[in-house]
């Protein structure tokens, strides 16, 4: 069983920055791959970005491309988004989720796929 914990977000103004953590249990974490998901109010969960065990491959969606960035540290199970010039249409909770290798890259960076999910942290931007 993985267990994962969000944590570092608040509240900022459009054009700010804030850094995301989510620490997972588990001595297996450098094997697993990890995506960052978000659910605005009224919307469906969407795929943010996504980094395989080694940190070696990235994957984001279009709209967050060239602000956030996915990263990793394995000797510390802590997967990372640094989140720049943020937007009002950032505004959601923030999931961390992770695959143990039972899917593909092809399909986890494309938000798919995952056996494991944190429980959230709210991220507004005010304009």
């Known amino acids: 069983q993985v267990q994962l914990v969000e944590s570092g977000g608040g509240l900022v103004q459009a054009g700010g920055s804030l850094r995301l953590s989510c620490a997972a249990s588990?001595?297996?974490?450098?094997?697993?791959?990890m995506g960052w998901f978000r659910q605005a109010p009224g919307k469906e969960r969407e795929f943010v970005a996504a980094?395989?065990?080694?940190?070696?491959?990235?994957a984001y969606t279009d709209s967050v491309k060239g602000r956030f960035t996915i990263s990793r540290d394995n000797a510390k199970n802590t997967v990372y988004l640094q989140m720049l010039s943020l937007k009002p249409e950032d505004t959601a909770v923030y999931y961390c989720?992770?695959?143990?290798?039972?899917?593909?890259?092809?399909?986890?960076?494309?938000?798919?796929?995952?056996?494991?999910w944190g429980q959230g942290t709210q991220v507004t931007v005010s304009s």
């Open positions: 989720a992770a695959d143990n290798g039972r899917s593909t890259w092809y399909r986890n960076s494309r938000g798919n796929g995952y056996e494991y």
């Open positions: 588990g001595r297996t974490f450098s094997t697993y791959t």
């Open positions: 980094i395989t065990w080694s940190g070696g491959s990235t």
